[in-house]
Each structure stands twice: as structure tokens, then as C-alpha cells.
């Protein structure tokens, strides 16, 4: 039907449409494989139900990935645009005229920072850094009192007082 093929028409515009083969199998595979994220199963005469207020349901697969979520995200735009204009009396250029009127309007976003950036890289790579100094710096200082410990003056003291060695 022509919903049907206008829905078609709409995810292609909107996503990058692989054809493999019709198979559960092959449609398996290229989901576990990742060669697709979403499949959209479109039943037979579904133009004829909705047009009808049968509500047809359309069965997807998905990997469940931020690619697939945007594709179910179209397929919900569009199916949502549809039953808003869907009356009992329309005909379905006019449903797809309506429909096409909706999904042409797109938004713009730009996104803007006042953050200096600069600035924050150079704090960033003396917080990545900054901890290589100060932990070489306590390795040296540890070093430098154990090795006093090593000192004969110091060892035979040590040997002397009333601190038990082997503990």
C-alpha cells in the first residue's frame, strides 16, 4: 500500500537501509554480527488496517544500541505523526500529505560553550601528570629513610636497643 511504501520511503531518507536476505536465519545473523541494527517487519495489508483503526502492529529487532534507539525513535515519530491524523474519513494521500507536512519540520541545535578550552586542557594534563611526580617523589623519600636503616652506625644501635629484630 501506499503507508505502507511511504513509511519505506522515510526510514531510507532517514537511516542507511541494508537489503539482506528474507530468512530468520540470515536476519539473525546480520543482527548478532551487527551488520544491522534494526529490522522494521511491516505485515501485509497494513495500509488497509490503519487506515482502518485495526492499529497493526509492526514487529521490530534491534541490537539495543544508541543507533537502533535512534531508528525505533524515527519509526515512533512517524507512527505517532500518523494516528494523530488519522480520521475516519481520510484518504491516504491525504494521511500521507499531512504526515509529510509534520516530518519535514526539523529542528536545528547547535550547541555552544563559554568554557575556555585551552585553559582546560593544560589543568587536565597537570592532573594527568601531577600524580607521576608526587608518587615518584614518595618512593624517593621512602628510599632514602630505609636506606639510613642500612647505615652500620645505626644498624648495630638498632641491634642493641631493647626492640626485638625478628619481629
Given amino acids: 500500500s501506499k503507508i505502507s511504501k511511504h513509511l519505506e520511503d522515510y526510514i531510507t531518507k532517514n537511516s542507511n537501509i541494508i537489503d539482506i536476505e528474507n530468512t ?3 536476519i539473525n545473523d546480520a543482527i548478532f554480527y ?21 492499529n497493526p502492529l509492526v514487529e521490530v529487532k ?3 544500541d544508541y543507533q537502533s534507539s535512534l531508528a525505533s525513535l ?7 505523526s500518523a494516528n494523530a491524523y488519522l480520521e475516519d474519513n481520510i484518504t491516504e494521500e491525504d494521511l500521507i500529505n499531512k504526515i509529510d507536512e509534520t516530518l519535514e519540520n526539523k529542528t536545528e541545535v547547535e550547541l555552544t560553550t563559554k568554557l575556555d578550552t585551552t585553559g582546560l586542557s593544560k589543568a587536565t594534563s597537570y592532573y594527568n601528570f601531577s600524580n607521576y611526580c608526587l608518587l615518584g617523589g614518595s618512593i624517593y623519600v621512602i628510599c632514602l629513610i630505609l636506606s639510613s636503616f642500612q647505615n652500620i652506625n ?14
Fill in 154 to 167: 645505626i644498624r648495630k644501635r638498632t641491634i642493641i636497643s631493647s626492640m626485638n629484630d625478628k619481629k
Fill in 74 to 80: 524515527l519509526l515512533e515519530r512517524y507512527l505517532l
Fill in 24 to 26: 530468520e536465519e540470515k
Fill in 62 to 64: 534491534s541490537t539495543g
Fill in 34 to 54: 551487527r551488520d544491522v541494527n534494526y529490522i522494521i517487519y511491516i505485515p501485509k495489508n497494513y495500509g488497509k488496517d490503519f487506515l482502518s483503526n485495526k
